[in-house]
C-alpha cells in the first residue's frame, strides 16, 4: 500500500554536498514519523536521522550532527536528507523508512516501510 522511492544518491569528492529525496505514497505519510538509515558493505544497517510527523522533533547520528540535516515536505509527500562535508566513511547505501505512528524511532524494527536505497559514494 505505502511506496517508498530514494533518490539523489552519486558520486562525490570528499568535502562536497548531496541531496537525498524520498518519494512516498499514500495518504497517511504527514502523520508518519520518517528516517534514514544506511548500510556500508559488510557493515550492519545502522540509523542516520529521524523526523517526527510534523517536522518539529528531529535526532541524529552524532557522526552526522551538524553536516546532515533531516526535512520533509508533507505536503509534497517527500523527506530529505541533505549532506554537506560529505566524507569516505560516509559512503553507504541510503533507505528511507516510515512508520504509522507520529513519532520518530531510531529502532529498525519500529519502520514499516522501507525504500529500495540510494548508493552514496564518497572518494578520497
Known amino acids: 500500500q505505502v511506496q517508498l522511492v530514494e533518490s539523489g544518491g552519486g558520486l562525490v569528492q570528499a568535502g562536497g554536498s548531496l541531496r537525498l529525496s524520498c518519494a512516498a505514497s499514500?495518504?497517511?505519510?504527514?502523520?508518519?514519523?520518517m528516517g534514514w538509515f544506511r548500510q556500508a558493505p559488510g557493515k550492519e544497517r545502522e540509523f542516520v536521522a529521524a523526523?517526527?510527523?510534523?517536522?518539529?522533533?528531529?535526532y541524529y547520528k552524532d557522526s552526522v550532527k551538524g553536516r546532515f540535516t533531516i526535512s520533509r515536505d508533507n505536503a509534497k509527500n517527500t523527506l530529505y536528507l541533505n549532506m554537506n562535508s560529505l566524507k569516505p566513511e560516509d559512503t553507504a547505501v541510503y533507505y528511507c523508512a516510515g512508520r504509522t505512528a507520529g513519532a520518530y524511532t531510531i529502532v529498525a524494527d519500529g519502520y514499516g516501510y522501507w525504500g529500495q536505497g540510494t548508493q552514496v559514494t564518497v572518494s578520497s
Open positions: 499514500g495518504h497517511t505519510f504527514s502523520r508518519s514519523g
Open positions: 523526523i517526527s510527523w510534523g517536522g518539529h522533533s528531529t
